[in-house]
């Protein structure tokens, strides 16, 4: 690794990332040596065109993490094994066939969420959220709002008890920001998933977990829990960002100001502006080189680890000629990946449509709602894999609970 490498990490990924991926674009090219936690190396693929070559090659950069070269240096306790971990029986770490036959598996049991109850519980628990702030006059729309929607939503799907919402979205948390308390989080959302397994073997029901234990594709109870461990981490947190990051963006930005007035026509704007300028999914591990191959004027390793970096190349000059143009319908950027392991289409509505009704709801129930604090004030989560605001302060005209 050459010694000018970047850290993955650090208060930049949250103070001014879309200068930092601009410095690595000029000092480094489309793809950027960079050092994990512990001097861990590998490389932050920042050109569009490369990072669509790596996506689309499930050959030559394999989701199969036992090809890195690095485990030797891995201890057992290092923090970024819940994002980065040894082969999983999930389908992150699945290929070929065999991962086809599970897309397909997570996609029909969510192609079949109705999509009216689907919204019907995303604006009954926006609305309770609401009715529990709103008489205030004031609240963090973070904390008290966005973190706690997606994760009710989506339990209410899977099949938990609604109390268990709280200490799954602690547990997401934990693990995902990468930090001392990684590997416990991961520990509880693995035997709280382990139990909802049991209870619904026991007991089928109408839900999503139900419907991938009657598929007959012979996947084990392990393989199962695994995968929904991935779908309410991928499903959770990164909706709860675009609810945070779309709702800054049009309390901050006079392009959107209509809105926040009665207007409606540029919510989903906005949600698409910022799946292009300020993408919840930031950087994603990973992509492992199954051979010696060049990527970028760069030399790749067999064994090398690939860090995809979406907001990067989302943000390249070669594709973006006019970056301060609003991205309008444009849905090419890689918020939600590209090739065989992208976000599962099913899996992407759901988020739209929580994400979606949570900003409505807002929007309809405190209709004259503001920023408490200066806008350049506000801070972000100090992670380098998912971007997300630490707290949404606002004010607004009290209003009785419905």
């Not at 949250?14 to 489309?30: F, I, K, N, S, V």
């Not at 009954?124 to 929607?149: K, N, P, V």
């Not at 907001?311 to 849905?331: E, F, I, K, W, Y």
Request: aromatic content about 6%; hydrophobic content about 40%; glycine content about 8%.
């Amino acid at each position: 690794m050459t010694p000018d490498a970047v850290p993955l990490g650090g208060p930049r990924f949250q103070t001014e990332p879309a200068r930092l991926y601009r410095e690595m674009r000029r000092d480094h090219g489309a793809v950027t040596p960079v050092v994990l936690d512990g001097d861990v190396p590998a490389w932050l693929v920042v050109g569009y065109r490369e990072l669509h070559q790596v996506t689309g090659d499930p050959v030559l950069f394999s989701r199969d993490s036992e090809l890195w070269n690095q485990w030797d240096v891995i201890p057992d306790d290092w923090p970024l094994l819940p994002m980065i971990g040894r082969k999983q029986p999930s389908i992150l770490y699945t290929v070929g066939e065999r991962h086809r036959e599970r897309a397909g598996m997570i996609s029909d049991a969510l192609e079949a969420v109705d999509p009216f109850e689907l919204r019907g519980h995303a604006e009954r628990f926006a609305d309770e959220l609401i009715d529990g702030l709103c008489t205030s006059g004031e609240a963090d729309l973070i904390g008290q709002y966005a973190m706690l929607l997606p994760v009710r939503v989506l339990a209410r799907l899977y099949g938990f008890p609604d109390e268990e919402g709280p200490g799954l979205v602690t547990a997401l948390n934990d693990m995902i920001d990468g930090r001392e308390r990684a590997i416990a989080g991961q520990q509880h959302l693995g035997s709280s998933m382990a139990q909802l397994l049991a209870d619904r073997k026991a007991d089928p029901a109408d839900d999503v977990v139900s419907r991938m234990l009657r598929n007959e594709s012979g996947f084990t109870d392990e393989e199962i829990m695994q995968d929904l461990m991935v779908m309410m981490a991928a499903g959770h947190q990164p909706t709860a960002d675009w609810i945070g990051n779309s709702l800054r963006l049009m309390l901050t930005d006079d392009r959107f100001a209509a809105s926040l007035f009665g207007g409606r026509n540029s919510v989903a704007e906005a949600m698409n502006e910022v799946l292009w300028e300020d993408t919840p999914s930031q950087n994603i591990a990973g992509r492992w080189a199954s051979r010696d191959t060049q990527l970028g004027g760069r030399r790749i390793r067999a064994g090398d680890l690939l860090i995809l970096g979406l907001q990067g190349a989302n943000s390249d000059p070669q594709v973006r000629t006019d970056a301060a143009a609003l991205t309008g319908g444009n849905n090419a950027h890689f918020s939600f990946g590209h090739g065989e392991h992208r976000c599962p289409f099913p899996a992407q509505e759901v988020a739209e449509v929580v994400a979606r009704t949570g900003i409505e709801v807002v929007l309809d129930r405190l209709p004259d709602i503001d920023l408490a604090v200066p806008a350049d004030s506000l801070t972000r989560r100090p992670s380098p894999w998912l971007r997300g605001l630490t707290e949404l302060p606002v004010r607004f005209t009290p209003v009785p609970a419905l």
